[in-house]
C-alpha cells in the first residue's frame, strides 16, 4: 500500500467513526475525537516510507549489514596474517637449519674419509713439467704453450700404526682446483702418486707425498693474490668441502 491509499484510508476510517452511519455528526467528547486523529495519524504514519521512524530502521539494518561485512573481513585478514606468519616462520626455521649445517666445516680428511690417514696440504708449485725432468719415472707431464702445470702437494699420513692400503680409486672422491677465479677438474693423470687414483699400501705411521695438477695461464694471474687465491673443492657423495690452501 502506497502513502496516497494509506491516507485515505486514513481520511475515510475517520470520517465514518466521525459520521457514524447517518449523515449528522454524533456527538463525542473532546478525548474520544482526539484517539479519533491520534489513530488516523497512525494509519497515515504506518503507510508512509519517508517517515523517519521506518527511515531509521532501515539504516539500522544496513548499519548492521555493513557491521557483519567487515567483521568478516577482520575475520579474514587475521586468518591470512597468521597463516603468513606460520610460513614465514617456518621458512625461518628451514634458513636457520640450512644455515647450521654450512657453518660445520668440513676438512679434507672428513671428506675422503679414509679410515687411519689423515691428510696435509704441503704447498704448491708453478712447472713447465711435473715430475722435474732430473728425477727417474716413466711418466711426466709437460704443459701446453702458454700454460704452467699447477702441482699442489699434499702428504698422506698413515696415522693406524700399521701397515694400511690407501686406495682412492674405489673411494669415490673427486677433485676440483681453483685458481685466479677459474674452477676446472684436477688432471687424471698416470703419475704413481696422483691424489684422485692413488693407491698403494703405505706403512704404518709412514707418509707418502701426493698431488693434484691442472694448468693455469703462464702470465702469473694464479699467484697475483697469493695462495688464498688457490682452494681445493673435494666431493665424495653427499660430502663437500671447499679448502682455502694457505
Do not use: W
Not at 30 to 54: C, K, M
Not at 144 to 154: A, H, I, P, R, W
Amino acid at each position: 500500500m502506497n502513502r496516497a491509499t494509506g491516507i485515505t484510508a486514513a481520511i475515510l476510517t475517520a470520517s465514518l467513526l466521525l459520521s457514524g452511519c447517518g449523515n449528522q455528526i454524533p456527538d463525542m467528547t473532546g478525548e474520544e475525537q482526539a484517539l479519533i486523529v491520534s489513530y488516523a495519524a497512525e494509519v497515515v504514519e504506518r503507510h508512509d516510507s519517508n517517515h523517519p521512524s521506518r527511515l531509521e530502521s532501515e539504516e539500522v539494518v544496513e548499519l548492521k549489514k555493513e557491521e557483519e561485512a567487515q567483521k568478516e573481513a577482520k575475520k579474514e585478514q587475521l586468518k591470512q596474517e597468521e597463516a603468513a606468519k606460520a610460513e614465514e616462520a617456518k621458512n625461518n626455521e628451514a634458513s636457520s637449519s640450512e644455515t647450521a649445517k654450512q657453518k660445520v666445516e668440513l676438512t679434507l680428511d672428513d671428506v675422503v674419509g679414509a679410515d687411519g690417514f689423515s691428510f696435509s696440504y704441503e704447498g704448491y708449485e708453478l712447472d713447465d713439467s711435473y715430475p722435474d725432468t732430473g728425477e727417474e719415472t716413466y711418466f711426466a707431464m709437460d704443459a701446453t704453450e702458454g700454460q704452467k702445470l699447477l702441482v699442489l702437494k699434499f702428504l698422506a699420513h698413515n696415522v693406524s700404526g700399521e701397515d694400511r692400503e690407501l686406495s682412492m680409486v674405489s673411494s669415490g672422491v673427486r677433485f676440483k682446483i681453483t685458481a685466479g677465479g677459474k674452477t676446472q677438474n684436477a688432471l687424471t693423470t698416470m703419475l704413481l702418486n696422483d691424489f684422485s687414483n692413488f693407491s698403494e699400501t703405505i706403512p704404518g705411521n709412514g707418509t707418502k707425498e701426493l698431488v693434484l695438477i691442472c694448468e693455469v695461464p703462464a702470465d702469473g694471474s694464479v699467484t697475483e693474490g697469493g695462495s688464498d687465491s688457490i682452494a681445493v673443492i673435494v666431493r665424495n657423495g653427499d660430502k663437500n668441502a671447499t679448502i682455502s690452501l694457505q
